[in-house]
Protein backbone atom coordinates (compact mmCIF):
# COMPACT_ATOMS: atom_id res chain seq x y z
CA UNK A 1 0.00 0.00 0.00
CA UNK A 2 2.86 2.15 -0.43
CA UNK A 3 1.84 2.88 -3.85
CA UNK A 4 1.05 6.79 -5.57
CA UNK A 5 -2.40 5.71 -5.97
CA UNK A 6 -3.22 5.88 -2.05
CA UNK A 7 -0.82 8.36 -1.53
CA UNK A 8 -1.94 11.58 1.07
CA UNK A 9 -5.04 10.23 0.91
CA UNK A 10 -5.74 8.78 4.57
CA UNK A 11 -9.48 8.74 4.21
CA UNK A 12 -9.39 6.45 1.83
CA UNK A 13 -6.55 4.25 3.34
CA UNK A 14 -8.84 3.72 6.64
CA UNK A 15 -11.96 2.86 4.82
CA UNK A 16 -10.06 0.05 2.59
CA UNK A 17 -8.46 -1.19 5.95
CA UNK A 18 -12.27 -1.16 7.36
CA UNK A 19 -13.60 -2.56 4.23
CA UNK A 20 -10.90 -5.28 3.83
CA UNK A 21 -11.12 -6.51 7.43
CA UNK A 22 -14.84 -6.97 7.36
CA UNK A 23 -14.38 -8.54 4.15
CA UNK A 24 -11.95 -11.39 5.18
CA UNK A 25 -14.22 -12.01 8.34
CA UNK A 26 -17.15 -12.69 6.42
CA UNK A 27 -18.62 -9.18 7.37
CA UNK A 28 -19.18 -6.85 4.77
CA UNK A 29 -22.43 -8.43 3.31
CA UNK A 30 -24.11 -6.86 6.38
CA UNK A 31 -22.69 -3.48 5.82
CA UNK A 32 -24.92 -0.35 5.80
CA UNK A 33 -23.91 2.86 4.68
CA UNK A 34 -24.46 4.22 8.18
CA UNK A 35 -22.37 1.99 10.06
CA UNK A 36 -19.23 2.34 7.51
CA UNK A 37 -19.86 5.78 8.08
CA UNK A 38 -19.17 6.03 11.93
CA UNK A 39 -17.13 2.78 12.33
CA UNK A 40 -15.23 2.93 9.76
CA UNK A 41 -14.57 6.69 9.00
CA UNK A 42 -15.31 8.08 12.83
CA UNK A 43 -18.46 9.86 12.16
CA UNK A 44 -20.19 10.90 14.79
CA UNK A 45 -23.97 9.09 15.53
CA UNK A 46 -25.73 11.60 14.26
CA UNK A 47 -24.19 11.23 10.98
CA UNK A 48 -27.33 10.69 8.50
CA UNK A 49 -26.37 9.24 4.85
CA UNK A 50 -29.66 10.47 3.48
CA UNK A 51 -27.74 14.46 4.20
CA UNK A 52 -23.90 13.34 3.83
CA UNK A 53 -23.03 11.44 0.92
CA UNK A 54 -19.01 11.39 1.95
CA UNK A 55 -19.22 7.55 2.06
CA UNK A 56 -20.50 7.16 -1.32
CA UNK A 57 -18.34 9.68 -2.71
CA UNK A 58 -15.47 8.08 -1.21
CA UNK A 59 -16.48 4.60 -1.49
CA UNK A 60 -16.32 5.45 -5.45
CA UNK A 61 -13.23 6.59 -5.29
CA UNK A 62 -11.79 4.13 -3.68
CA UNK A 63 -13.08 2.06 -6.36
CA UNK A 64 -11.44 4.05 -8.71
CA UNK A 65 -8.11 3.64 -7.09
CA UNK A 66 -7.74 0.29 -6.63
CA UNK A 67 -8.58 0.09 -11.14
CA UNK A 68 -5.95 2.65 -11.21
CA UNK A 69 -3.28 0.99 -9.02
CA UNK A 70 -3.81 -2.64 -10.85
CA UNK A 71 -2.90 -1.00 -13.79
CA UNK A 72 -0.33 0.69 -13.31
CA UNK A 73 1.69 -0.41 -9.61
CA UNK A 74 0.38 -3.53 -8.81
CA UNK A 75 0.15 -5.14 -12.63
CA UNK A 76 2.22 -7.92 -11.11
CA UNK A 77 0.90 -8.29 -8.09
CA UNK A 78 -0.27 -11.79 -7.11
CA UNK A 79 -3.48 -10.87 -4.80
CA UNK A 80 -6.23 -8.91 -6.77
CA UNK A 81 -8.62 -6.94 -4.49
CA UNK A 82 -11.80 -5.66 -6.34
CA UNK A 83 -14.59 -3.58 -4.76
CA UNK A 84 -17.75 -4.31 -6.71
CA UNK A 85 -20.59 -1.73 -7.02
CA UNK A 86 -23.71 -2.05 -4.90
CA UNK A 87 -22.58 -3.09 -1.30
CA UNK A 88 -19.34 -2.80 0.74
CA UNK A 89 -17.79 -6.49 0.02
CA UNK A 90 -14.13 -6.15 -0.94
CA UNK A 91 -13.12 -9.20 -3.65
CA UNK A 92 -10.17 -10.94 -3.54
CA UNK A 93 -8.56 -13.20 -6.24
CA UNK A 94 -5.26 -14.90 -6.80
CA UNK A 95 -3.96 -14.59 -10.49
CA UNK A 96 -1.99 -17.41 -9.98
CA UNK A 97 -5.14 -19.97 -9.72
CA UNK A 98 -8.41 -20.39 -8.82
CA UNK A 99 -7.33 -23.60 -6.07
CA UNK A 100 -7.07 -20.82 -3.20
CA UNK A 101 -10.90 -20.82 -3.31
CA UNK A 102 -11.25 -24.64 -2.27
CA UNK A 103 -8.97 -23.65 0.28
CA UNK A 104 -10.74 -20.86 1.79
CA UNK A 105 -13.76 -23.09 1.82
CA UNK A 106 -12.70 -25.91 3.78
CA UNK A 107 -8.58 -25.77 5.39
CA UNK A 108 -8.19 -22.12 5.90
CA UNK A 109 -11.29 -21.68 7.51
CA UNK A 110 -9.52 -22.56 10.99
CA UNK A 111 -6.79 -19.95 9.77
CA UNK A 112 -6.71 -16.66 9.69
CA UNK A 113 -5.96 -14.71 6.52
CA UNK A 114 -3.91 -12.50 6.90
CA UNK A 115 -6.08 -8.96 6.85
CA UNK A 116 -4.80 -6.11 4.45
CA UNK A 117 -6.23 -3.62 6.68
CA UNK A 118 -3.12 -4.34 8.93
CA UNK A 119 -0.99 -3.45 6.54
CA UNK A 120 -2.88 -0.70 5.28
CA UNK A 121 -3.58 0.47 9.02
CA UNK A 122 0.23 1.30 9.96
CA UNK A 123 1.02 3.32 7.39
CA UNK A 124 -0.52 6.55 8.96
CA UNK A 125 0.11 5.28 12.48
CA UNK A 126 3.97 5.30 11.44
CA UNK A 127 3.50 8.83 9.97
CA UNK A 128 2.53 9.96 12.87
CA UNK A 129 4.84 8.44 15.31
CA UNK A 130 7.32 9.50 13.04
CA UNK A 131 6.56 12.49 13.14
CA UNK A 132 7.07 12.80 17.29
CA UNK A 133 10.34 11.04 17.31
CA UNK A 134 11.70 13.29 15.46
CA UNK A 135 10.69 16.17 17.49
CA UNK A 136 7.68 17.34 15.36
CA UNK A 137 4.16 17.42 17.10
CA UNK A 138 1.94 17.07 14.11
CA UNK A 139 -1.43 17.78 16.57
CA UNK A 140 -3.35 21.16 15.67
CA UNK A 141 -3.60 23.34 18.51
CA UNK A 142 -7.06 22.47 18.32
CA UNK A 143 -5.88 18.79 18.87
CA UNK A 144 -3.63 20.24 21.28
CA UNK A 145 -6.32 21.66 23.40
CA UNK A 146 -8.52 18.90 23.26
CA UNK A 147 -6.02 16.27 24.22
CA UNK A 148 -5.41 18.48 27.11
CA UNK A 149 -8.61 18.64 28.04
CA UNK A 150 -9.05 15.15 28.36
CA UNK A 151 -6.26 14.57 30.74
CA UNK A 152 -7.97 13.82 34.24
CA UNK A 153 -7.05 13.18 37.89
CA UNK A 154 -7.69 9.83 36.93
CA UNK A 155 -4.92 9.68 34.30
CA UNK A 156 -2.38 11.34 36.09
CA UNK A 157 -2.64 9.08 38.82
CA UNK A 158 -2.01 5.80 36.29
CA UNK A 159 0.66 7.94 33.81
CA UNK A 160 2.86 10.21 36.77
CA UNK A 161 5.18 7.51 37.72
CA UNK A 162 6.30 7.31 34.04
CA UNK A 163 6.18 11.11 33.17
CA UNK A 164 9.45 11.82 34.95
CA UNK A 165 11.72 13.50 32.03
CA UNK A 166 14.94 11.76 32.70
CA UNK A 167 13.26 8.20 31.68
CA UNK A 168 12.27 7.46 27.57
CA UNK A 169 9.02 5.83 27.54
CA UNK A 170 9.05 2.64 25.01
CA UNK A 171 5.71 2.04 23.05
CA UNK A 172 5.53 -1.51 21.25
CA UNK A 173 3.17 -3.65 20.03
CA UNK A 174 2.61 -7.53 19.30
CA UNK A 175 4.69 -8.84 16.70
CA UNK A 176 2.33 -12.18 16.06
CA UNK A 177 3.99 -15.33 14.12
CA UNK A 178 2.57 -15.49 10.63
CA UNK A 179 3.85 -18.04 8.09
CA UNK A 180 4.37 -17.70 4.34
CA UNK A 181 3.02 -21.08 2.98
CA UNK A 182 3.94 -21.31 -0.93
CA UNK A 183 2.15 -17.61 -2.13
CA UNK A 184 0.15 -17.44 0.94
CA UNK A 185 0.56 -15.66 4.65
CA UNK A 186 -1.50 -16.74 6.92
CA UNK A 187 -2.02 -16.52 11.07
CA UNK A 188 -3.10 -18.99 13.39
CA UNK A 189 -3.15 -17.30 16.79
CA UNK A 190 -2.80 -20.79 18.96
CA UNK A 191 0.78 -20.98 16.95
CA UNK A 192 3.05 -18.74 18.74
CA UNK A 193 6.18 -20.52 18.42
CA UNK A 194 8.20 -21.27 15.28
CA UNK A 195 9.87 -24.35 16.59
CA UNK A 196 6.36 -25.80 17.46
CA UNK A 197 4.27 -24.94 13.92
CA UNK A 198 6.97 -26.40 11.88
CA UNK A 199 5.66 -29.97 13.76
CA UNK A 200 2.22 -29.24 13.65
CA UNK A 201 -0.36 -31.24 11.94
CA UNK A 202 -2.26 -28.68 10.89
CA UNK A 203 0.64 -26.80 9.00
CA UNK A 204 1.04 -29.90 7.22
CA UNK A 205 -2.20 -30.09 5.97
CA UNK A 206 -2.15 -26.81 5.09
CA UNK A 207 0.95 -27.16 2.70
CA UNK A 208 -0.28 -30.49 1.29
CA UNK A 209 -3.79 -28.38 0.30
CA UNK A 210 -2.39 -25.58 -0.76
CA UNK A 211 0.63 -27.68 -2.65
CA UNK A 212 3.31 -25.07 -1.36
CA UNK A 213 6.95 -25.93 -1.66
CA UNK A 214 8.10 -23.57 1.51
CA UNK A 215 6.98 -22.68 4.58
CA UNK A 216 8.79 -19.42 6.55
CA UNK A 217 7.85 -17.70 9.34
CA UNK A 218 6.76 -13.85 8.97
CA UNK A 219 7.03 -11.37 11.78
CA UNK A 220 6.51 -8.01 9.67
CA UNK A 221 2.92 -8.00 10.37
CA UNK A 222 0.26 -6.70 13.16
CA UNK A 223 -3.34 -6.27 13.60
CA UNK A 224 -5.22 -3.03 13.36
CA UNK A 225 -6.03 -2.81 17.27
CA UNK A 226 -2.09 -3.12 18.04
CA UNK A 227 -1.31 -0.54 15.78
CA UNK A 228 -4.12 1.99 16.56
CA UNK A 229 -3.78 1.12 20.02
CA UNK A 230 -0.14 2.79 19.13
CA UNK A 231 -1.88 5.71 18.08
CA UNK A 232 -4.18 6.26 21.19
CA UNK A 233 -0.89 6.04 23.02
CA UNK A 234 0.92 8.51 21.15
CA UNK A 235 -1.29 10.78 21.27
CA UNK A 236 -1.95 11.06 24.82
CA UNK A 237 1.71 11.25 25.80
CA UNK A 238 3.27 13.31 23.08
CA UNK A 239 2.49 16.85 24.96
CA UNK A 240 3.35 14.95 28.26
CA UNK A 241 7.23 13.38 27.85
CA UNK A 242 10.34 14.45 26.34
CA UNK A 243 11.64 11.67 24.80
CA UNK A 244 8.83 8.93 23.72
CA UNK A 245 10.32 5.98 21.92
CA UNK A 246 8.78 2.90 19.71
CA UNK A 247 9.62 -0.63 18.60
CA UNK A 248 8.24 -3.56 17.16
CA UNK A 249 7.28 -6.15 19.55
CA UNK A 250 9.82 -8.27 17.98
CA UNK A 251 12.61 -6.56 18.31
CA UNK A 252 12.21 -5.48 21.83
CA UNK A 253 15.67 -6.22 24.12
CA UNK A 254 15.88 -7.09 27.59
CA UNK A 255 18.30 -3.66 27.70
CA UNK A 256 15.28 -1.48 26.30
CA UNK A 257 12.76 -2.91 28.58
CA UNK A 258 15.63 -2.46 31.79
CA UNK A 259 16.48 1.18 30.32
CA UNK A 260 12.81 2.72 29.65
CA UNK A 261 9.26 3.16 30.96
CA UNK A 262 7.70 0.08 28.61
CA UNK A 263 3.92 0.45 27.32
CA UNK A 264 3.41 -2.81 25.54
CA UNK A 265 0.04 -3.24 23.56
CA UNK A 266 -0.49 -7.23 22.40
CA UNK A 267 -1.08 -10.56 23.37
CA UNK A 268 2.52 -11.24 24.20
CA UNK A 269 2.62 -14.79 22.97
CA UNK A 270 4.55 -14.47 20.50
CA UNK A 271 7.37 -11.82 22.47
CA UNK A 272 9.97 -14.16 24.59
CA UNK A 273 10.66 -11.58 27.36
CA UNK A 274 6.72 -10.62 27.57
CA UNK A 275 6.50 -14.03 27.65
CA UNK A 276 8.31 -14.02 30.72
CA UNK A 277 7.07 -10.73 32.15
CA UNK A 278 3.57 -12.05 32.66
CA UNK A 279 4.53 -16.06 33.19
CA UNK A 280 3.85 -15.86 37.12
CA UNK A 281 1.07 -13.37 37.17
CA UNK A 282 -2.81 -14.01 38.31
CA UNK A 283 -4.45 -13.52 34.62
CA UNK A 284 -3.55 -14.55 31.36
CA UNK A 285 -5.02 -14.14 28.08
CA UNK A 286 -5.62 -17.28 26.07
CA UNK A 287 -7.03 -19.10 22.78
CA UNK A 288 -10.79 -19.52 24.53
CA UNK A 289 -11.06 -16.14 27.07
CA UNK A 290 -8.53 -14.77 29.75
CA UNK A 291 -8.05 -17.34 32.63
CA UNK A 292 -7.99 -16.49 36.12
CA UNK A 293 -4.80 -18.56 37.03
CA UNK A 294 -5.33 -17.36 41.07
CA UNK A 295 -9.46 -17.28 41.63
CA UNK A 296 -10.36 -15.71 44.95
CA UNK A 297 -14.16 -16.03 46.55
CA UNK A 298 -16.68 -15.85 44.08
CA UNK A 299 -14.28 -15.31 40.80
CA UNK A 300 -14.32 -17.88 37.95
CA UNK A 301 -11.52 -19.68 36.68
CA UNK A 302 -12.52 -18.66 33.25
CA UNK A 303 -14.00 -15.76 31.55
CA UNK A 304 -14.65 -16.59 28.01
CA UNK A 305 -14.91 -14.89 24.91
CA UNK A 306 -18.57 -14.87 23.10
CA UNK A 307 -18.58 -15.10 19.46
CA UNK A 308 -21.64 -14.96 17.18
CA UNK A 309 -22.37 -18.40 16.29
CA UNK A 310 -22.86 -17.84 12.62
CA UNK A 311 -20.14 -15.98 11.90
CA UNK A 312 -17.44 -16.34 14.33
CA UNK A 313 -17.49 -12.71 15.39
CA UNK A 314 -16.50 -11.63 18.53
CA UNK A 315 -18.93 -9.90 20.40
CA UNK A 316 -17.04 -9.76 23.98
CA UNK A 317 -14.23 -10.33 25.51
CA UNK A 318 -12.20 -9.88 29.18
CA UNK A 319 -9.25 -7.90 28.45
CA UNK A 320 -6.62 -7.27 30.85
CA UNK A 321 -4.31 -4.35 31.75
CA UNK A 322 -1.25 -5.40 33.46
CA UNK A 323 0.70 -2.43 36.04
CA UNK A 324 3.72 -3.53 36.97
CA UNK A 325 7.42 -2.15 38.25
CA UNK A 326 10.26 -2.54 35.74
CA UNK A 327 13.71 -4.43 35.74
CA UNK A 328 15.07 -1.92 37.59
CA UNK A 329 14.02 1.14 40.14
CA UNK A 330 11.98 3.91 39.02
CA UNK A 331 11.20 2.10 35.63
CA UNK A 332 7.71 1.04 34.88
CA UNK A 333 5.66 -1.42 33.14
CA UNK A 334 1.87 -1.15 32.07
CA UNK A 335 0.88 -4.44 29.13
CA UNK A 336 -2.77 -3.81 27.78
CA UNK A 337 -3.10 -7.71 26.60
CA UNK A 338 -6.52 -9.69 25.04
CA UNK A 339 -6.67 -12.48 22.83
CA UNK A 340 -8.33 -10.49 19.48
CA UNK A 341 -7.17 -7.23 17.88
CA UNK A 342 -9.67 -5.23 18.89
CA UNK A 343 -9.42 -6.75 22.73
CA UNK A 344 -6.15 -5.10 22.85
CA UNK A 345 -7.51 -1.89 21.37
CA UNK A 346 -9.99 -2.04 24.35
CA UNK A 347 -7.34 -2.81 26.93
CA UNK A 348 -5.72 0.25 26.04
CA UNK A 349 -8.71 2.58 25.42
CA UNK A 350 -9.47 1.44 29.42
CA UNK A 351 -5.64 3.32 30.09
CA UNK A 352 -6.13 6.32 27.68
CA UNK A 353 -9.60 7.43 27.89
CA UNK A 354 -10.77 9.33 30.86
CA UNK A 355 -14.36 7.37 31.55
CA UNK A 356 -12.61 4.30 31.38
CA UNK A 357 -9.67 4.69 32.98
CA UNK A 358 -11.58 6.39 36.17
CA UNK A 359 -13.48 3.65 36.34
CA UNK A 360 -10.03 1.51 36.94
CA UNK A 361 -8.97 3.44 39.33
CA UNK A 362 -12.01 4.05 41.02
CA UNK A 363 -11.95 0.15 41.98
CA UNK A 364 -7.79 -0.25 42.60
CA UNK A 365 -7.32 3.34 44.34
CA UNK A 366 -5.94 2.59 47.50
CA UNK A 367 -7.75 4.00 50.87
CA UNK A 368 -4.43 6.45 51.87
CA UNK A 369 -5.13 7.68 48.08
CA UNK A 370 -3.10 6.99 44.81
CA UNK A 371 -3.00 3.00 43.25
CA UNK A 372 -1.48 0.12 44.26
CA UNK A 373 2.68 -0.27 42.85
CA UNK A 374 1.55 -3.47 40.92
CA UNK A 375 -1.96 -4.99 39.92
CA UNK A 376 -3.72 -6.74 37.02
CA UNK A 377 -6.97 -5.52 36.23
CA UNK A 378 -9.97 -7.28 34.16
CA UNK A 379 -12.54 -5.33 32.30
CA UNK A 380 -15.06 -7.11 30.08
CA UNK A 381 -15.90 -5.09 26.27
CA UNK A 382 -18.27 -5.72 24.07
CA UNK A 383 -17.89 -5.05 19.89
CA UNK A 384 -19.85 -3.94 17.18
CA UNK A 385 -17.82 -4.61 14.19
CA UNK A 386 -14.96 -5.88 16.01
CA UNK A 387 -15.22 -1.83 17.49
CA UNK A 388 -15.16 -1.76 21.50
CA UNK A 389 -18.51 0.45 22.12
CA UNK A 390 -18.31 -0.68 25.76
CA UNK A 391 -16.40 -1.14 28.57
CA UNK A 392 -16.42 -1.83 32.11
CA UNK A 393 -14.91 -3.03 34.72
CA UNK A 394 -15.16 -6.80 36.04
CA UNK A 395 -11.91 -7.46 38.78
CA UNK A 396 -8.50 -6.91 39.96
CA UNK A 397 -5.45 -8.76 42.04
CA UNK A 398 -2.82 -6.63 43.86
CA UNK A 399 0.21 -8.67 42.85
CA UNK A 400 2.53 -9.38 45.56
CA UNK A 401 5.66 -10.53 43.83
CA UNK A 402 5.41 -8.02 41.09
CA UNK A 403 8.90 -7.16 40.52
CA UNK A 404 9.57 -7.74 36.53
CA UNK A 405 12.67 -9.99 36.28
CA UNK A 406 14.67 -11.42 33.38
CA UNK A 407 14.95 -15.30 34.04
Not at 126 to 133: E, G, K, N, Q
Not at 329 to 341: H, T
Not at 348 to 361: F, G, I, N, W, Y
Amino acid sequence: MNSQCLHGSDVLCRLLSYLAEASLNGEAQRLKEYVVGVDGLGKPATYDPRTDASVRVNAGKLRQKLQDYYRSEGVEDSILVEFPKGGFQLAFEDRKGSASKWVLKSELRRWKMLALSAVIGILPLMVFLTAIFIGWNPLSRREAIQAESQWTPELESLWAPLLKPSKPILLSHGSPLFFRVGDWIVRRPDLNDWATAAESSDVARLKSSLKAEFFAPVWGYSGVGDTSSMFLLARLLANRVRELRFKPGRTLSWEDIRDSHLVFAGSGKSQEQLRDILAERDFASEPGGLRNLKPRPGEPAEYPLIRDQRSGEILSEHVLVTYIPGLQAGRRIIICSAYSSSGILAAVEVVTQPKASAELVRHVGQPQGGIPDSFQAVFLAKFKSQVPVHIEYVTHHNLKEAVARRQ
